[in-house]
């Protein structure tokens, strides 16, 4: 299993880290490296993934795309060379994954107005660095009121607020209806 360091520190812009294991896809055109641990956020859940590079004995390894496999993250490289138990240093494309943390908040916010204020649910998304979608479920599709849920949310979203980050267990997520926002619940 891999450590996820992005769960407790999502400002980490470069981590060191042991190569647990390197394999290629069945074209042998990627090449996929394994960490002991990792700042880079994978694909999952409707949120991109980090891109950066990975540097070994001053060599650098463009990061495409991150995976999380059965609790094993793994780093497609742009080519070979990085070798299991090599030491690497892992750089996060800051610019991307600050963009994308933005749009993650202020998607946290979008889904807070719709949610709990007008009891929208939602039913899927997809974040991007510089737009998002969000699906969700109406009895009755009314563009005056959504425009007026999308207003109040621009107006929190203008205001200078501090953001906090926490963990919750799983039972006081499903007691808390503001947190379970999907309309098929918590998987």
Known sequence: MTKKLYYDNAYLKEFEAVVVSVSKN?????VFIELDQTAFYPNGGG???????????GVSYKV?????????????????GIKEGDVVLGKIDWERRYKLMRMHTACHVISSVFTKDHGVKFTGGQLGVDKSRFDIS???????????????????LATAQDT????VSRAEAEERPELAKLSKGLK
């Open 164 to 167: 906090e980050s926490y963990y």
């Open 47 to 57: 949120q991109p993934w980090d891109e950066g590079e990975l540097v070994v004995n």
């Open 26 to 30: 069945d074209e042998g055109k990627s």
């Open 138 to 156: 109406l009895e009755v599709f009314d563009r005056e009121k959504i425009q007026q849920y999308i207003d109040e949310a621009n107006v929190a």
């Open 64 to 80: 495409g795309f991150v995976g999380n496999f059965d609790g094993k993250v793994s780093h497609a490289v742009d080519k070979e």
